[in-house]
């Protein structure tokens, strides 16, 4: 009995994610197009829900796990090779359109590090729009093995969590870089201690907390022109929703269940998003709807064709599923 209801609780947790995830991709491109609209709040907390959800279902999946070659076997499997696919065509694109795509920052984007060229220099690259984000969670991965025994060694008191969470913020209120380089990386370090450990937070309070985080910031910052609190409320935020996600129990309505169906070509989505904004109408509305359609399309072609190339290649592998990015 006890088993079944975990399994129905994972299972739950899992459909919480899937409909999330998907959502978060939607706002993320939102906020690339309406760049006047102050759509920054709900992409970060999406991007936030990425890394945690990465962090707790890769320690959920692989726990302090030693075998570093089936790890890695895995990622190139379900993550590398699209990725790399990705980046192909997205060069072919670029090539076509008369872009400088033949630089060296070029490799760099090949080899996932973009989001060095982000804090250290300017990309003089066509290719590596967003790819900061890719260079997290490659960073994540090989941080995984030790980040993971150091919670376990921690135990399941709150000592490291509060200690990255603190360190982290006075990063980000330190070094401001435009992108949300420390938010996220707590998302990852949190995602695995909620792994190890779960969570006794009931839902109610953990969604009641999101949302007066978010309401209070936007009082402090509409009523009053109060900022400094931003960087904190938000985290408070981002990580309340994640500790809701992990306790709710969302509705599988039809429509939500489709919408998840998306989650297997998030990581496409991501990563031409930016290149596949079309303005032909001159309605800025329209002309987001349909780029938003092409981007989805496209996406979802993507990953059909990639994930045959991973069968091809691994001939008794299995079909790659949602990327953890995604």
């Known amino acids: 009995m006890t088993y079944h209801a975990n399994e129905l609780h994972n299972s739950a947790v899992s459909f919480n994610y899937s409909v999330f995830k998907v959502t978060a991709i939607l706002t993320v491109v939102t906020a690339h ?8 709040i709900p992409a970060t907390v999406g991007l936030f829900i ?27 499997q379900r993550l590398f090779i699209r990725y790399w696919f990705l ?17 060296w920052h070029s490799l760099v984007h090949l080899f ?12 003089q690259s066509a ?32 000592f490291l969590p509060l200690v990255a969470t603190v360190f982290l913020m006075f990063l980000d209120n330190r070094i401001v870089l435009g992108f949300s380089l420390w938010l996220t990386t707590l998302g990852f370090i949190l995602g695995v201690f909620a792994g190890l450990y779960d969570t006794k937070l009931r839902a109610h309070i953990a969604s009641a907390t999101a949302a007066g985080s978010l ?60 290149y596949l904004f079309v303005h032909v109408t001159g309605n800025h509305v329209l002309d987001f709807f349909l780029s938003l359609g092409l981007i989805i399309a496209a996406g979802w072609v993507l990953n059909v064709i990639g ?20």
């Open 87 to 103: 980046l192909f065509c997205l060069s072919v694109l670029l090539i076509l359109t008369g872009r400088q795509v033949f630089h």
């Open 215 to 274: 309401l209070l910031m936007l009082m402090l910052n509409l009523a009053f022109g109060y900022k400094d609190a931003n960087s904190s409320l938000l985290a408070l935020a981002c990580i309340s929703v994640n500790l809701w996600l992990i306790k709710a129990r969302l509705p599988q309505w039809a429509p939500l269940r489709v919408l998840t169906k998306l989650e297997n070509c998030l990581l496409e989505i991501f990563i031409i998003h930016m």
């Open 33 to 40: 197009w309406f760049t006047a609209l102050p759509l920054w």
């Open 112 to 123: 996932g590090m973009s989001g060095f060229l982000n804090v250290f220099g300017h990309n």
């Open 50 to 76: 990425f890394t945690f959800s990465s962090g707790f279902f890769t320690t959920r999946i692989y726990g302090s796990t030693q075998d570093m070659r089936a790890f890695w076997r895995k990622k190139l």
């Open 307 to 326: 994930s045959k190339l991973v069968e091809l290649i691994f001939k008794h592998g299995v079909r790659p599923q949602a990327a953890p990015i995604a």
């Open 127 to 158: 290719l590596g729009a967003g790819l900061w984000f890719f260079t997290i969670l490659m960073l994540f991965y090989v941080a995984y093995p030790y980040l993971v025994r150091l919670c376990a060694a921690n135990g399941n008191d709150f």
